[in-house]
């Protein structure tokens, strides 16, 4: 009675490994992302740049990004994006050595790149722009964290103690 049962199973899956081939293999389709808040975003930051909101245009328009994924499809798209990106950025922080900000904005430029990179190898050339950019932060950080020196240990939590009493001078005696 096994074996009946063991011919049933294999004449199974002969059959069914046997239609299976005569039908066509679908491919998953591209990741194209979701364009609609893609075009949201880059339309809000549109707005906030024409404000006069730069840094708040850089960063709705770096979150409208990642709505697409770095595909072939979406490749022109997110260049343009973030050639806007970089500008912006440029147009916040103008001469500005605010370490933060220039973290900020070098390491959301250094991500596309590394993404780019990742993506479509180094035979394929970053933006001029995007690059030039970001490597203009990240000398201008160099630069501003040089500057600030150091970073000792933070001052502990709560009251400063009183600084202690300064010794008044003795009066002198009149005596030549």
């Known amino acids: 009675m096994s074996s009946t049962r063991h011919r049933l199973v294999l004449q199974f899956f002969s ?9 066509p293999v679908h491919a998953a389709p591209p990741a194209v992302g979701d364009q609609s808040a893609f ?27 990642r709505n697409l994924p770095e595909t072939a499809a979406n490749r022109d798209n997110r260049v343009a994006i973030f050639e806007y990106i970089a500008d912006a950025f440029q ?18 430029l250094q991500e596309y790149c590394d993404g780019f990179t990742r993506a479509y190898g180094t035979e394929t050339p970053l933006s001029a722009k995007i690059a ?33 009493p300064t010794p008044v001078p003795s009066p002198r005696s009149g005596r030549s």
């Open 15 to 23: 059959l069914l490994l046997a239609g299976l081939q005569g039908m």
């Open 39 to 65: 075009e949201a975003g880059f339309v809000e930051g549109q707005a906030q740049l024409d404000r006069g909101e730069p840094l708040a245009a850089a960063r709705t328009w770096l979150a409208a990004a």
């Open 91 to 108: 147009q916040a922080l103008g001469g500005s050595t605010d370490r933060e900000a220039l973290r900020e904005a070098t390491a959301a």
């Open 132 to 164: 030039g950019t970001r490597d203009d932060f990240q000398a201008r950080l160099r630069v501003a964290e040089a500057a600030a020196g150091p970073a000792g240990p933070a001052p502990p939590p709560g009251p400063r103690p009183a600084p202690a």
